[in-house]
């Protein structure tokens, strides 16, 4: 098949495809319309997208009053670049200015309509990039439909909507590519490539090596031997700088803004050489498995069923379709390997995103099929026949084994498109292309309904209902956020597991004008990654680095959380830190169906459920002055939890040299270790350095005997209780042993006379088990147990993508005893398996010192405290030499001045921004430079008068030309 450009009639194919459109619409949408839902997925679009396409809009019309942008947010987590944050969702895309059209109050319309919009442009560049081709106009809106519904779609545009864009640039990539090696122009492509780049730096990455093979495989297949190669080279090169210069504006600061963010360092490809077998057994069955959303590894195939046929149909012939052949077949070969996949992830999880790459030959190679149909030859449509019954075959064997009906439609209409090209080949069939395309539709139109069908619990379950983000907007917090004042500066926080909003999993907080510490963004500051790492924040993640700090005292003092909000029927409602009294309250409801007495006696007897507000006083000021500091040698010694206490002793400074006339901490940390022993209830000793777990039934009681002592009791009275793993390594058993020990606990619990086990059957169950589970693999979760409730350190999946991190250490926070604390706890892992534990547990004492010192660092805040745009100032005077310090993220961007004279920004305690103060008043203010902007904008300036000097000489030669 050839590129053409030359004209073709093409206003009756658009009309047909906005027609077909709207029934594909109502196919995808319709269902959540129907069922009272929205398009708004109550995970990343109810936490990233729709609120931060509302604050990007916001910021907009205020720069647009007012031109001066917000280049740091203290309302994203601690603090953040808000350009580090809306430049991966909505700088650069071109939907989220359509905003700008709606009203605020309608923003959540203006969401959805953006997504219905996008989708629309996905089918409409598959017909602009089709339309090149001699297909006539039902053989293209065939294609049209293929690309526009498939699985990868399906859930992207109501998950993460902007990856639908690559949808929509990558067709257009490839048509002016083609025009280059055509001996056209290079403005297209220098176009094209500009969108890509500004869209969304990791799409760019994916779309830029698609390009890079699009390109060499197209030369090798069909340009080899009648290339202008200098040419060519010359105008791709001129393509490619004209929108890298354009462009820099925004990619400079990005790249500073990715390689100090949390996602460096991430384990490559979650540690897997091959993938799971499941991924194996279930690869096949993915390719027309268009009603799915949950993916292995992102492997989203989900074409319509007659892909398959196109495909064989391809391998028939490859000589002829070379392209499409070897796109395909190394496809297939990439999905087999994870490298791959973390390869395309930017070297991260092996996650299959890339696949948004092949629906184009997938959907071409459904087109080329569609188009010779009515001349297949006897022997081609036997071996189409032929390979269909194969298929059919693994795809019953794959339900059998699995027993997942979604596979069932699907099969039906590969078996009703195998038909139909019978029909069509003994020209039973009138207006073929007609019936092909009916079919096609309808297959997809079920796919999308299927896929997004309440009681399959697939999207519907999981998406907002109507009015539902209004709602949640306004009861955030039980509406015991009213009335607060926001000055001076605090910060607030939920207790961990604590669901407020029931259902839905609530991180960032841009509704409420509250600072909530919680924040789950794609780039996060690398160096709280850093200091959550070194204080073992059990709850960190890269993309959720601190979320609620694992309830911990001195972490959320020290972050400035003044306010927590409990909901007191939920998980951990009692895991309340030190310091913190009840404040406020909603009005009581009883439930009287959960959570109640067996037998009441009265109304009194039964719980109310309540949002609660607790306080502290003992918060942390923003900004405050320490003379004392800690050395790193010593800073390194400490435990985390001593790390942590020791935070409102002194200050760590990246730069010692900075740190003239201060004095060493003296680190009282008031952290004692407390002998413990690990029992089974087999009544046996273990030992947690060689914990060979073989039986599900048995538990653990971490025994603290020295707290059986009336005396240490009264001394460790006012204590948080922490374990600290040091050592965390968890060696799974193979398939064949962890099967082993399941049956060997099947029959040493089948204790009633008689018992016969069916052995074969048993033991087909276990290994079914573990095939779908994915054994063996690393995940694993140690559970502690104490009136608190269960506090979990987890391992996650190799499949985990986003939040996958590697666990070798952990503390877990058990929670803080104003009386008696526990003498034992109750301990079980998740998993059969080996465990390698090195852990103590620690009491760390939170009384009249830590107090006194907590209220000497809120003396000595930063006064008359003025937070403006990009700046932060106030006043204080000290007697002593010493360091300004923070809880402020600390970024390249930050500069300071000390009474109108610049000073050196030091990086505290590892992650925040300070300064070096001598003795004296000072007026200090700091203020934030967006990282690489300056660059950016001359490297941008450059690139717009090298374009506009390079489109005269353009425009002049054409007119040289057309008159010569």
Known sequence: MDFSFKKRPVKKLYCEYTIIFIFLAACIFGTYLVTGHTFILSKDALNQHLPLLANYRKALIDFICHPHFNLWSWQMGLGSDTFQVYSYYTIGDVFAYLALLFPAAKITLAYQVINVTRMYCVGLSFVYFAQHFKFRNSVILIGTTAYLVNSFLLYACVAQPFFTTPFIIFPL??????????????????????????????????????????????????????????????????????????????????????????????????????YPLYYYLFLPKSLINGGQWYFMFWSALGIVSIGFIALVYIYSRPRKYPLISISLGIALVMLLIPAVGAFFNGMMSASNRWTLLIYLPLAMAICILAENIPTIDHHTLTILSWATGIYLIILIATFFFENEDDIFMPVIFLIISLMAIWLIHFHKVAHPYRWLLGIVMLNAGFNAVYAAFPYNGDFSSRMLSRGEYQSIAANRYGKLDEGLTKEPFYRVSTISQNKIIDGSNLDNDLTSGLHNIDSYYSLQNKYLGLFNTSLQNNQYQANIPIRQADDRTVMNNFFGVKYLFVQSDSDNATKIPAGYFLDKATDPVINYDANQPSNPKSKKDFIPTQTIRYKTNYAFPLLYWQDSYINHRTYQSLSPTEKERALA???????????????????????????????????????????????????????????????????????????EFAKIKYTPFSMKKQIKYEEKHLRETS??????????????????????????????????????????????????????????????????????????????????????????????????????????????????????????????????????????????????????????????????????????????????????????????????????????ISIFRVKRTKLG
């Open 173 to 274: 990539i490839v048509v002016q590519i083609e025009r280059i090696l055509q001996g056209g122009s290079a403005w297209p492509l220098a176009g094209a490539f500009t969108w890509m780049l500004v869209s969304n730096y990791y799409l760019a990455y994916v779309l830029g090596i698609g390009s890079i093979l699009y390109l060499i495989l197209r030369v090798i297949t069909h340009y080899r031997q009648k290339l202008n190669y200098g040419r060519t080279f010359i105008k791709l090169a001129f393509a490619t700088i004209t929108s890298v210069l354009l462009s820099a504006v925004l990619l400079i600061p990005e790249i500073i803004a990715v390689t100090n963010s949390t996602r460096t360092g991430s384990l490559f490809a979650n540690g897997l050489k091959t």
């Open 649 to 723: 002793t002194g200050v760590l400074v990246n730069n010692e040299d900075k740190l003239k006339g201060m004095k060493t901490a003296k680190l009282n940390t008031d952290v004692y270790p407390l002998k413990s022993e690990l029992i089974s209830n087999r009544l046996n000793k273990v030992n947690p350095a060689k914990l060979k777990y073989t039986d599900s039934e048995e538990t653990y009681q971490l025994q603290l005997p020295e707290l059986q002592s009336k005396q240490m009791q009264k001394k460790l009275k006012g204590c948080e209780l922490h374990i």
């Open 751 to 952: 204790t009633n006379p008689g018992t016969v086990i069916n052995q074969r059957y048993t033991h087909y169950r276990y290994w079914r088990y573990h095939i779908l589970n994915g054994s063996p693999d690393i995940s694993f979760k140690l559970n502690i147990g104490s009136k608190f409730g269960t506090a979990t350190i987890e391992q996650a999946r190799q499949s985990t993508l986003s939040l996958f991190k590697y666990v070798t250490n952990s503390t877990l926070n058990i929670g803080y005893y104003n009386g008696k604390l526990p003498s034992s706890l109750t301990f079980q892992p998740s998993k059969l398996g080996t465990y390698q534990l090195k852990y103590r547990v620690v009491a760390e004492k939170l009384g009249n010192n830590y107090y006194h010192e907590v209220k000497n660092l809120q003396q000595h805040r930063l006064k008359n405290v003025k937070i403006s745009r990009n700046h932060i100032s106030g006043q204080i005077t000290t007697t002593r030499a010493g360091i300004l310090t923070s809880s402020i993220p600390y970024s390249s961007g930050w500069t300071v001045a000390v009474n109108g004279k610049p000073a050196k920004v030091l990086r505290t305690n590892q992650a925040f921004t300070g300064v070096y103060l001598p003795a004296g008043t000072h007026h200090v203010t700091f203020a934030y430079q967006l990282p690489g902007l300056k660059a950016g904008i001359i490297v941008s300036l450059i690139g717009l008068i090298w374009t506009i000097i390079a489109a005269i």
